[in-house]
């Protein structure tokens, strides 16, 4: 494998690589689009009512390690999209994403999950709060996202009256899943940004507006415990919404995750494995895919 840039993660390519060497040797095509939809902001950002979109997962107690250093827990992954009031705060988590979990404490939802500023934004008279947030799921199937999942999600934010979203992706393929909705919305008038951390994965799709912070995955809001992070994140986004004019723009944060890029080195980086590792690790992948698809089937069959 190639050594590490300065630059952001080749998340395509080390995804490629790390599962190669686990043992799955086709691989993944992500999804690519050569045209993408824009939306203009309809009216002014103080009279347009912002929903927010996320891939974390509300909190269940009886499904296993959750929380702050907590492995991936494919038992707490949710198949559907579901909502919530943004009038209050909820206890979202994201145990079941493959975020960089050797550089991120998963203690601070504010880095995943910023309806609390958004909140304040409402409150100040900078936006319009949707009634209500929506979950997303996070799907390898690109035919289940785009023909089952982003039209319920849009289906909701036309429900809400909302006219932009703001989108927080987590893990390599919620970049994913999240583009494809943002495009989806984006195509039925509603204006978007995408907030991430894997910027080969979104720009290689084609979104209308993208968000990049070149931090571990896990954190495309801010910093943890670093609130003048959060608010520069959401700042810039909601500039994006009224500054951008055609679709593929990108804005990348100023801000750097720490004095050097050194943490880049660990994510699914299939060159520092041992044998040993990897046959670990390939079990943890099979045990995990089969508990997922099981709790997929049967969350589907009751549909």
């Given at each position: 494998?190639?050594?590490?840039?300065?630059?952001?993660?080749?998340?395509?390519?080390?995804?490629?690589?790390?599962?190669?060497?686990?043992?799955?040797?086709?691989?993944?095509?992500?999804?690519?689009?050569?045209?993408?939809?824009?939306?203009?902001?309809?009216?002014?950002?103080?009279?347009?009512?912002?929903?927010?979109?996320?891939?974390?997962?509300?909190?269940?107690?009886?499904?296993?390690?959750?929380?702050?250093?907590?492995?991936?827990?494919?038992?707490?992954?949710?198949?559907?999209?579901?909502?919530?009031?943004?009038?209050r705060d909820h206890?979202?988590?994201?145990?079941?994403?493959?975020?960089?979990?050797?550089?991120?404490?998963?203690?601070?939802?504010g880095t995943w999950f910023p309806?609390?500023?958004?909140?304040?934004?409402?409150?100040?008279?900078?936006?319009?709060?949707?009634?209500?947030?929506?979950?997303?799921?996070?799907?390898?199937?690109?035919?289940?996202?785009?023909?089952?999942?982003?039209?319920?999600?849009?289906?909701?934010?036309?429900?809400?009256?909302?006219?932009?979203?703001?989108?927080?992706?987590?893990?390599?393929?919620?970049?994913?899943?999240?583009?494809?909705?943002?495009?989806?919305?984006?195509?039925?008038?509603?204006?978007?940004?995408?907030?991430?951390?894997?910027?080969?994965?979104?720009?290689?799709?084609?979104?209308?507006?993208?968000?990049?912070?070149?931090?571990?995955?896990?954190?495309?809001?801010?910093?943890?415990?670093?609130?003048?992070?959060?608010?520069?994140?959401?700042?810039?986004?909601?500039?994006?919404?009224?500054?951008?004019?055609?679709?593929?723009?990108?804005?990348?944060?100023?801000?750097?995750?720490?004095?050097?890029?050194?943490?880049?080195?660990?994510?699914?980086?299939?060159?520092?494995?041992?044998?040993?590792?990897?046959?670990?690790?390939?079990?943890?992948?099979?045990?995990?895919?089969?508990?997922?698809?099981?709790?997929?089937?049967?969350?589907?069959?009751?549909?």
């Open positions: 494998m190639r050594g590490v840039a300065t630059g952001p993660i080749p998340y395509m390519e080390r995804t490629r690589d790390y599962y190669a060497a686990l043992g799955y040797h086709s691989p993944y095509a992500w999804a690519h689009y050569d045209d993408t939809p824009f939306q203009r902001l309809r009216q002014p950002l103080a009279r347009t009512r912002i929903t927010l979109v996320t891939t974390a997962a509300p909190y269940q107690p009886d499904k296993g390690p959750q929380g702050a250093g907590a492995p991936y827990n494919a038992a707490a992954k949710f198949y559907t999209v579901y909502s919530g009031n943004t009038a206890d979202l988590r994201i145990a079941h994403v493959a975020i960089d979990r050797d550089n991120t404490s998963m203690e601070d939802s309806l609390p500023l958004l909140r304040r934004h409402a409150l100040t008279g900078r936006l319009l709060l949707a009634q209500r947030f929506h979950g997303f799921p996070t799907n390898r199937s690109q035919r289940h996202t785009l023909g089952i999942d982003a039209p319920e999600l849009l289906a909701r934010c036309v429900a809400d009256g909302a006219g932009a979203a703001l989108l927080v992706a987590n893990c390599p393929v919620c970049h994913q899943s999240l583009a494809l909705a943002a495009r989806h919305l984006e195509t039925h008038g509603i204006s978007t940004v995408l907030l991430g951390c894997a910027r080969d994965i979104v720009e290689h799709c084609g979104v209308p507006r993208f968000l990049f912070s070149d931090f571990p995955l896990g954190n495309a809001a801010g910093r943890p415990h670093d609130l003048p992070s959060q608010e520069t994140t959401l700042d810039l986004a909601l500039t994006m919404l009224v500054s951008a004019n055609a679709a593929r723009s990108t804005v990348q944060s100023p801000l750097r995750w720490g004095a050097d890029d050194a943490w880049k080195l660990d994510y699914a980086n299939a060159g520092r494995l041992t044998a040993d590792e990897i046959g670990h690790l390939h079990a943890k992948h099979e045990a995990a895919r089969l508990t997922a698809r099981g709790l997929r089937a049967a969350v589907l069959q009751s549909d």
